[in-house]
């Protein structure tokens, strides 16, 4: 039990959960790439991909693991990415920051989906059994290409004309 929900009920919800983040994530960097800020779906975003954070601490820990390295630095970046946005309102090297941190931590949500769907999906699984294998490597480079290149767009083209209001 953990929260008072059983193991299997609680990853469902932590699967919920990552699925919206990644989801209004990607809503939030299409914004980003088309110089508008979405501040509905950027709280939702950023409320989700720290709550799925948090929620992944909770599963049973045995020692320190890439999930878990993952999971502290997904805290990190949303430490910064927050108080960019809603107490410093994208002012000056607050907008980079911003945009570096919150584009990081959809990647990291993305990079941890591909990790899971390679390990609970049967044909993916299939492909690549241990994780290191070309199709998991091509498909983790893909991911990351991908989020760099929006990454690099975004700071050229996210530049909202006044600052963000909490």
């Given at each position: 039990m953990i929260l008072g929900l059983s193991f299997a009920t609680f990853t469902l919800v932590h699967v919920i959960i990552s699925l919206i983040a990644i989801a209004t994530g990607l809503a939030v960097l299409m914004g980003m790439l088309c110089g508008r800020t979405l501040a509905g779906w950027t709280g939702i975003?950023?409320?989700?991909?720290?709550?799925?954070?948090?929620?992944?601490?909770?599963?049973?820990?045995?020692?320190?693991?890439?999930?878990?390295?993952?999971?502290?630095?997904?805290?990190?970046?949303?430490?910064?990415?927050?108080?960019?946005?809603?107490?410093?309102?994208?002012?000056?090297?607050?907008?980079?920051?911003?945009?570096?941190?919150?584009?990081?931590?959809?990647?990291?949500?993305?990079?941890?989906?591909?990790?899971q769907a390679f390990q609970k999906l049967g044909p993916l699984q299939d492909l690549a059994p241990t994780q290191s294998e070309p199709p998991f490597l091509a498909a983790q480079g893909f991911v990351l290409v991908l989020f760099v290149i929006a990454g690099f767009i975004a700071l050229k083209t996210f530049r909202p004309e006044r600052p963000v209001l909490a």
């Amino acid at each position: 039990m953990i929260l008072g929900l059983s193991f299997a009920t609680f990853t469902l919800v932590h699967v919920i959960i990552s699925l919206i983040a990644i989801a209004t994530g990607l809503a939030v960097l299409m914004g980003m790439l088309c110089g508008r800020t979405l501040a509905g779906w950027t709280g939702i975003f950023l409320a989700t991909t720290l709550l799925t954070t948090l929620t992944g601490f909770l599963f049973p820990i045995s020692g320190f693991t890439p999930a878990l390295g993952t999971g502290v630095v997904s805290t990190v970046l949303l430490a910064i990415a927050i108080p960019a946005l809603y107490v410093f309102h994208l002012a000056g090297a607050w907008r980079p920051i911003y945009v570096v941190t919150a584009v990081a931590a959809l990647y990291l949500n993305s990079f941890v989906a591909v990790v899971q769907a390679f390990q609970k999906l049967g044909p993916l699984q299939d492909l690549a059994p241990t994780q290191s294998e070309p199709p998991f490597l091509a498909a983790q480079g893909f991911v990351l290409v991908l989020f760099v290149i929006a990454g690099f767009i975004a700071l050229k083209t996210f530049r909202p004309e006044r600052p963000v209001l909490a």
